[in-house]
C-alpha cells in the first residue's frame, strides 16, 4: 500500500504564498497522474491543481489560475502546489491525490482519484 502525506500548510494573510508538498511512500507514484483538490466546510471538493505522470500537461480550477502552480520531481517522489496571492476564500482542507489510469489530460474530477492523503489545513486571513 502506499502512502500520500501532504505538509506545508499554515495560517497566511492575504496576498502571500504558501507552498504545499505531497511526499509519497510505500509506493511509487511516478507513474500516476496527481491531482491537489481541497475541500472549504460545507462545500464540494474542489480538484485546484493536477499533473500527469510526466508533468508534461497540467490543468487548474479557474478560481486558481494565474496563481497556483502544480509540479513534480519524479525523482523525489515528491508533487508540489505553490499558492501565491493567496486570498480567504481559498482557505480549506487541501489534500494530495493519486489517479492510476492513464489519461492525455489529468483528470478534474475528484472521483477519477484512487490514493488520498491526509490532507493539510490551509487558512489566509483578510
Known amino acids: 500500500q502506499g502512502q500520500l502525506v501532504e505538509s506545508g500548510g499554515g495560517l497566511v494573510q492575504a496576498g502571500g504564498s504558501l507552498r504545499l508538498s505531497c511526499a509519497a511512500s510505500g509506493r511509487t507514484f511516478r507513474n500516476y497522474a496527481m491531482g491537489w483538490v481541497r475541500q472549504a466546510p460545507g462545500k464540494e471538493r474542489e480538484v485546484v491543481g493536477a499533473i500527469t505522470w510526466s508533468g508534461d500537461s497540467t490543468r487548474y480550477a479557474d478560481s486558481v489560475k494565474g496563481r497556483f502552480t502544480i509540479f513534480r520531481d519524479n525523482a523525489k517522489n515528491t508533487v508540489y502546489l505553490q499558492m501565491n496571492s493567496l486570498k480567504p476564500e481559498d482557505t480549506a482542507v487541501y489534500y494530495c491525490?493519486?489517479?492510476?489510469?492513464?489519461?492525455?489530460?489529468?483528470?478534474?474530477?475528484?472521483?477519477?482519484?484512487?490514493?488520498w492523503g491526509q490532507g493539510t489545513q490551509v487558512t489566509v486571513s483578510s
Open positions: 491525490a493519486a489517479d492510476n489510469m492513464k489519461r492525455p489530460l489529468p483528470s478534474a474530477s475528484q472521483y477519477a482519484y484512487d490514493y
